[in-house]
């Protein structure tokens, strides 16, 4: 099946400093990619929906120049998260999807990347 | 408010019995209903997606219903085994143009020896 590679796995960084992280699908093109931050024992919060050559699209309270995305190819979007707090430490999860025609698409996730800010 | 609603919370159960996790929505209008598990530290991954006109999905041990009139569904895994042991989230599509997904809070299930 479909793969989504998201890198890095886990980073720990103090505050004030960047991170960015990778999402890449490896055998599909995606037109669209999703990023998602889940707390402990929480669902998943989708925080931003980007399409490729063009800006993201934000949800309301998600601070767009705080976490900075970038879809610039149809295999790779990263989502850096800009002088980073420890209110920032949190799961953060990438899916991408084949076509944004079709909503019975399947989404396919990355493995996800935890984030703890010093 | 578009909501999705899971029940229980968390799960116990032992090594080969079934169980099944309920999943009641408000999403309208609708699209699709997904289940997926979620290892510890992983990001999901999808059991079946069904639209309103499919009942039921099949999965090798996981078996999802729908029923688009009561707007509930459920998933029942057959002869649990140790690995079965995860969340497992309903997200349900919206039917408006853009559709965002709809997560539930996920079922903690852990199946032990």
């Known amino acids: 099946g479909a793969v989504v590679s998201q890198h890095p796995s886990w980073v720990i960084c103090k505050s004030g400093t960047s991170v960015k992280i990778e999402c890449r699908s490896l055998?599909?093109?995606?037109?669209?990619m999703f990023w998602y931050r889940q707390f402990p024992k929480q669902s998943l919060m989708l925080m931003a929906t980007s399409n490729e050559g063009s800006k993201a699209t934000y949800e309301q309270g998600v601070e767009k120049d705080k976490f900075l995305i970038n879809h610039a190819s149809l295999t790779l979007s990263t989502l850096t998260v800009t002088s980073a707090h420890p209110e920032d430490s949190s799961f953060y999860i990438c899916s991408a999807r084949a076509s944004s025609l079709r909503p019975n698409e399947k989404l396919f996730f990355g493995s996800g990347t935890q984030l703890s800010v010093l | 408010k578009n909501q999705v609603e899971q029940s229980p919370q968390s799960l116990i159960i032992l090594e080969g019995k079934n169980c099944t996790l309920q999943?009641?929505?408000?999403?309208?209008?609708?699209?699709?209903l997904r289940w997926y598990k979620q290892d510890t530290g992983r990001g999901p991954v999808s059991l079946t997606i069904m639209t309103f006109s499919e009942n039921t999905k099949s999965n090798g041990r996981y078996t999802a219903t729908l029923d688009a009139d009561t707007k509930q569904s459920s998933l029942h895994i057959t002869a649990s085994q140790l690995s079965d042991s995860a969340s497992y989230i309903c997200v349900v599509r919206g039917g408006n143009q853009g559709g965002k997904l709809i997560f539930g809070q996920g079922t903690e299930l852990s199946v032990k020896p």
């Open positions: 999943c009641n929505y408000t999403v309208s209008p609708f699209s699709n």
């Open positions: 055998d599909f093109q995606a037109t669209t």
